[in-house]
């Protein structure tokens, strides 16, 4: 599966947008992107996939670039519950196979 | 509660030990992953069960070895426990095409003295 390249750290403004950026360069036309977080040693929780359009639901937003190799995840209004390390996983959907790979993902802090 | 059960929560034992971790997967999971995640080395990918047979196979140290039960519970067998063995164990289950992704338990945390 393709690699991703994301910044080690961030902070953010409680009450303010969170974007948290990932490059993947080298994404194919069959991976998706996929977003974890993982708040203080606790099992890591799914927050959205896509594949090229952006997704929205009761979480947050994925905006993917036309070209696939970027993306960004958007948090619209952080909270300090929000505070934790994100996953952004590239991967190929398999039917029964295939599995997640994590890299070190973005520390976000969100700050009162 | 995410519906993967992993006990027991906390685990302490000695060098040269054996343990059994245990994961009961989401209600209609066939597969069945296994993480482990220490301080220096972030999350990583042991090994993929489906269905009672072994999928994958990730960074599994040949001390290490797992199975799926026909109830399709997984246990995780560790031995000759090291002290770097030391590290939190996540167990995720999916369904069919696993399309949205995994389900994590909350972890069993392994301390080797």
């Known amino acids: 599966d393709a690699k991703t390249t994301q910044p080690p750290s961030m902070d953010c403004a409680e009450g303010r947008a969170a974007n948290l950026p990932c490059n993947h360069s080298t994404i194919s036309g069959n991976e998706y992107v996929y977003w974890y977080r993982q708040i203080h040693s606790q099992g890591p929780q799914y927050i959205i996939h896509?594949?090229?359009n952006n997704e929205t639901n009761e979480m947050a937003s994925l905006i993917i670039t036309e070209d696939r190799k970027s993306s960004t995840l958007i948090l619209p209004h952080a909270t300090l519950r929000d505070t934790a390390v994100y996953y952004c996983?590239?991967?190929?959907?398999?039917?029964?196979?295939?599995?997640?790979?994590f890299g070190k993902g973005t520390k976000l802090s969100v700050k009162p | 509660d995410s519906g993967v059960t992993q006990t027991p929560k906390h685990l302490i034992t000695a060098t040269g030990q054996r343990v059994t971790l245990r994961c009961s997967p989401r209600?209609?999971?066939?597969?069945v992953y296994w993480y482990q995640q220490s301080l220096d080395q972030g999350l990583q990918f042991l090994i993929q069960?489906?269905?009672?047979?072994?999928?994958a196979k990730g960074n599994i140290l040949e001390r290490f070895s797992a199975q799926q039960f026909p109830d399709l519970h997984s246990e995780l067998n560790l031995s000759s426990l090291e002290l770097g063995d030391s590290a939190l164990y996540f167990c995720?289950?999916?369904?069919?095409?696993?399309?949205?992704?995994?389900?994590f338990g909350s972890g069993t945390r392994l301390t080797v003295v």
């Open positions: 069960y489906y269905n009672g047979e072994e999928r």
């Open positions: 896509g594949l090229k």
């Open positions: 996983i590239v991967r190929v959907i398999r039917g029964s196979q295939g599995n997640l790979i």
């Open positions: 995720a289950s999916s369904g069919q095409g696993n399309f949205y992704g995994y389900t």
């Open positions: 209600s209609g999971d066939l597969s």
